[in-house]
T-cell receptor
Framework: KQEVTQIPAALSVPEGENLVLNCSFTDSAIYNLQWFRQDPGKGLTSLLLIQSSQREQTSGRLNASLDKSSGRSTLYIAASQPGDSATYLCAVNLNTGGFKTIFGAGTRLFVKA | KAGVTQTPRYLIKTRGQQVTLSCSPISGHRSVSWYQQTPGQGLQFLFEYFSETQRNKGNFPGRFSGRQFSNSRSEMNVSTLELGDSALYLC??????????????FGSGTQLSVL
């Protein structure tokens, strides 16, 4: 059974700091891994998607890496800003002949001005 | 291009009633999946539909059901509501729901409160 774990559960940092969010998964048979952002009471916004054959993806101040063999992914946020405050969710899509998506519990990030 | 649209945005029901939630995917997307989000359990996969067929199902009781129409719009139904069904229900769409480079796009969700 695929399990996804995110560490830390919560994080508070001063503005401008670089930070790393961690995601681990138990079964390496994944289609891809996607990082999302969720603001309170809202839906999810896709940040980055890493295909199972890729090692990393970058978008602006965000960089996500994937190590399938060890079942780990990291999301690196450079020069954090107060607007980055949100919950960050990691999700793996399983190879089941269609999407079956398993989410981690998320990391709640607060960036202080 | 319009995003994923979920209706209604908020819903209040009482125990024992049933409820139907609607999801319109992004134009051209044929895979629709549903999720339940609660503070205690986080985001949990309910089911996924493609071409009017359920392809994958999560670990939820039979009270939770869904369907997909020929235009890819999907509905989710919960019968005999329980207090524990109070949650944010999210719908996501993707092109075909099986390619490694496919992203999931989420709607804003339906907040269901069961009293």
């Amino acid at each position: 059974k695929q399990e996804v774990t995110q560490i830390p559960a919560a994080l508070s940092v001063p503005e401008g700091e670089n930070l790393v969010l961690n995601c681990s998964f138990t079964d390496s048979a994944i289609y891809n891994l996607q990082w999302f952002r969720q603001d309170p009471g809202k839906g999810l916004t896709s940040l980055l998607l890493i295909q199972s054959s890729q090692r990393e993806q970058t978008s602006g101040r965000l960089n996500a890496s994937l190590d399938k063999s060890s079942g780990r992914s990291t999301l690196y946020i450079a020069a954090s800003q107060p607007g980055d405050s949100a919950t960050y969710l990691c999700a793996v899509n399983l190879n089941t002949g269609g999407f079956k998506t398993i989410f981690g519990a998320g990391t709640r990030l607060f960036v202080k001005a | 291009k319009a995003g994923v649209t979920q209706t209604p945005r908020y819903l209040i029901k009482t125990r024992g009633q049933q409820v139907t939630l609607s999801c319109s995917p992004i134009s051209g997307h044929r895979s629709v999946s549903w999720y339940q989000q609660t503070p205690g359990q986080g985001l949990q996969f309910l089911f996924e539909y493609f071409s009017e067929t359920q392809r994958n199902k999560g670990n939820f009781p039979g009270r939770f059901s869904g369907r997909q129409f020929s235009n890819s719009r999907s509905e989710m139904n919960v019968s005999t509501l329980e207090l524990g069904d109070s949650a944010l229900y999210l719908c996501a769409s993707s092109l075909v729901g099986g390619a490694t480079n496919e992203k999931l796009f989420f709607g804003s969700g339906t907040q269901l409160s069961v009293l």
